[in-house]
């Protein structure tokens, strides 16, 4: 291929992925697994596991499905038809709550079978992942990774910005009941999530090798161990992507304690909303921002300084006060919780930018699958504080997230690793 035709494959998917990434986080604005979900399922059924439990799907199910398709990505022929297609079919699943709504009359058999649909859409989400930052790594630059996610996070948090809006407006309806405001939520996550798929049925991809022989999953996995043990730059990312991990557990329930423990009103809870929809729309400019300027360490560093900063505050809270607070005290909070959500852009890239091109999946699927049992933290937390409240909740999470500022601060690069700015 000549270089001229690589360039506008280049250019290409940089505006296709781009596209698609900000539709996409607009969609799931409207289906925010920290916020609008947790509110949605404690509306219909009053249970805070079930609230943890969604989360725990959101990273559970597309987890699962990494570890089944990563194997076979190398052997793909056409990427990018691929995960277009993958799209069209699992994307369009919001719209099948729309009828439900009105048509069930049990609000347990609503919120269950919203969970089972929304078990599907992470798992279409993770057939995907792998060979979806495959084809980002191989046809976008270096040097524009960090800004092409951030630019994802900026402009679909642009789009989350609106969906914030409509949410909060339809949340606040007197005149609408709850199927009413929720059907609406679900039809523009719907609209958002298919115009996604439409977006990447533009990308290309450059020429690469494929492997004819797909291999065996057990000696793909057999070998995983050895390409853990043998980097320990790698290994050093692990461990504080666990131990965030962990430090976000309480991540989709802070809302639901302002609304259980402090009482706060309906409207209240809806600008809380919102104002995370706006935490990630600064996430994506500032992480992305810095990502291109100081490198991919720096925002993991600063990241966990967040996520101290939040689990630590929200220790203070519940040591501090019991049902006097005022929405206003939650507004930075919830903040820096929308903030850090985007604080996966900094372990992506960085993981990219530490292993050789040709063990890029491998990796990325190790690393997965290394922080896979975490993702069960959410339901086993929501469990927890149905029993025991949220303090101690709060104090774990702190500890975890101590641990991993710390780790983060004392990251170590070989010379020929040190990220150089633009």
Known sequence: MRPMAEQQIRRRNYKALL???SLFFTGMAFIDVNAVIPVFIFAYTQSVLLAGLATTIHFAASTVLQIFVGPYVKSIR????YVTRI????????FIMIPLLFLCASPWLTAGIFLVIYTLLCAGDGLIFVPWTDLFSRTINTEKRGQLLGNQLLFGGAGALLAGLVVKTVLDNPNLVDDQRYAVIFGGAGIALTLSAVAMSF?????RKIEAIRPNHRQY???LPHYFRRHPDFIQVVVIRILSSIAAMIAPFIIIYGQTQAQLPVEAISTLITIQIIGGLLGGVIWGGISRRCGNPMVIKLTQICGFVLAASMV???LAVRQSLTPYLFWTLILINGINM?????????????VSDDERTIYLLISNLMTFPFTFLPFFTGLFVSRFGYLPVFIISTLAAAVAAWQAWNMKLPPDRLYRPE
């Open 221 to 223: 996995y057999k070998a």
């Open 87 to 94: 799209m069209f079919l699992f994307r369009p699943l919001p």
């Open 78 to 81: 056409n990427v990018p038809a």
């Open 342 to 354: 985007s604080s996966w852009i900094g372990f992506m890239n960085h993981t990219i930018d530490i």
């Open 316 to 318: 203070l809270i519940a």
């Open 19 to 21: 596209t698609e990434g």
């Open 203 to 207: 990308s290309r991809d450059l020429p």
